[in-house]
Structure formats: structure tokens, C-alpha cells
């Protein structure tokens, strides 16, 4: 079966400081991968897919960025955090038909 | 543009059926799911149905898709403390690489 993983579950961060949160999927090849973030009490914002290694695509200009380096490995980064960062991040997945998506535990991000 | 809504919040007692409602845009969506998000995690699919069906039953949950009125709803039969949560509407289509998310009803339930 299908696992996904990502971490840390939690980061506290200065402004100012980078970030790497990465994601792996087990038991599926050529997955679609993504991130979400949620902010407090709101919804899910969709901030990247990638349906192969090294294509990314980005739905929302920010300070952030994506990569994949490998077919099941997804990370979500920054070169200089901003206190507007802070939220619950979510990876995910789905097969290469783009349907039903599947959710990593989170991490939540607290920018100080 | 495609757009998702649900109202915010609802209460229900122990034993009692909820229902969350949830209405969409786009008619050529293919799927449209039904999430939960306990306090802390990612969310769990609960249930999905697709956009040829108008009804579809799983235990204590049963899915109602008016496509006419772009209208989804979940009932929750027997609602228990642990139905507690958040709850997310979410659309896609066949092929497609976005589902878009309603922005979750919180469910509280009152022992």
C-alpha cells in the first residue's frame, strides 16, 4: 500500500532563516506530488505540483520554492523566511491521472 | 473561476445527523470528495463520489451530489465525539492536476 511522509511535523524558525521541509512517498512510482499550506482557520492553498522529476509548477508567487529530485521525493524550501510563512504545510500525492489526492500528516511552520 | 464554498461551522448533539452542505462552480468536475482533518493532522479522505451518481452510502456516511444546483452534501448519521473535526469539501477532473478545496466546516459535537 501507499504511505506518504514528510518532516519535521514541527519547525520554529527566525525571520531571516531557511527552510527545507521534505516529503517521500512509498508503494507508487511517477506519482503527482504537492504542497498545500494552511493558514490558521483557513483553507488549503495549493503552492506546488509536480507531476515528474524536476517539473515543478507554481500556482502563487511567494518566498518559497519546490524541487524534485527524485520520482517519489518532494521538498518544499526557502532562502529567507518571512513571519507571513507561518502556517500548516501539507504534502501530498495522487496517481499520475491527477484524481483523488492523498495527505501527509503536515508540518506546522512557526516563523518568529 | 472555479470556486468551492461550505459554511464555516456547525453543531450538532451526540447521536444526532449532521450535514454538511457544500456548492461548486465548475459543471465539468468528475469527482468530488469529502475530507476530514483532526486537530493537528493532514486530511483523511473519508468518501467520494463521482459525477454520474447522485447518491452514495458508506456506513454512517451518505453522500447527495445535486448537479443541476452544483450541490454536494454530507450526512453524518449518529454523530459521535469523534466526528469532531474538520470537514472539507474538494472538486476535480478527470485529468486534471488541481482539486480545489472548499475552506472546511467545523464540526462540533456536543456530548
Known amino acids: 500500500s501507499q504511505t506518504i511522509h514528510q518532516w519535521p511535523a514541527t519547525l520554529v524558525q527566525p525571520v531571516g532563516s531557511p527552510l527545507s521541509l521534505e516529503c517521500t512517498v512509498e508503494?507508487?512510482?511517477?506519482?503527482?506530488l504537492y504542497w498545500y499550506r494552511q493558514a490558521a482557520g483557513r483553507g488549503l492553498q495549493l503552492l506546488f505540483y509536480?507531476?515528474?522529476?524536476?517539473?515543478i509548477s507554481s500556482e502563487v508567487p511567494q518566498n518559497l520554492s519546490a524541487s524534485r529530485p527524485q520520482d517519489r521525493q518532494f521538498i518544499l524550501s526557502s532562502k529567507k523566511l518571512l513571519l507571513s510563512d507561518s502556517g500548516f504545510y501539507l504534502c501530498?500525492?495522487?496517481?499520475?491521472?491527477?484524481?483523488?489526492?492523498?495527505f501527509g500528516e503536515g508540518s506546522w511552520l512557526t516563523v518568529v | 473561476g472555479e470556486d468551492v464554498e461550505q459554511s464555516l461551522f456547525l453543531s450538532v448533539r451526540e447521536g444526532d445527523s449532521s450535514v454538511i452542505n457544500c456548492t461548486y462552480t465548475d459543471s465539468s468536475s468528475t469527482y468530488l470528495y469529502w475530507y476530514k482533518q483532526e486537530p493537528g493532522a493532514g486530511l483523511q479522505l473519508l468518501t467520494y463520489i463521482f459525477s454520474n451518481m447522485d447518491m452514495k452510502q458508506d456506513q454512517r456516511l451518505t453522500v447527495l451530489l445535486n448537479k443541476k444546483d452544483k450541490h454536494l452534501s454530507l450526512r453524518i448519521a449518529d454523530t459521535q465525539t469523534g466526528d469532531s473535526a474538520i470537514y472539507f469539501c474538494?472538486?476535480?477532473?478527470?485529468?486534471?492536476?488541481?482539486?480545489?478545496f472548499g475552506a472546511g466546516t467545523r464540526l462540533f459535537v456536543k456530548a
Open positions: 509536480s507531476v515528474g522529476i524536476g517539473q
Open positions: 501530498a500525492w495522487s496517481g499520475n491521472s491527477g484524481n483523488t489526492i492523498y
Open positions: 508503494g507508487t512510482s511517477n506519482p503527482n
Open positions: 474538494a472538486e476535480s477532473m478527470a485529468g486534471g492536476f488541481k482539486t480545489i
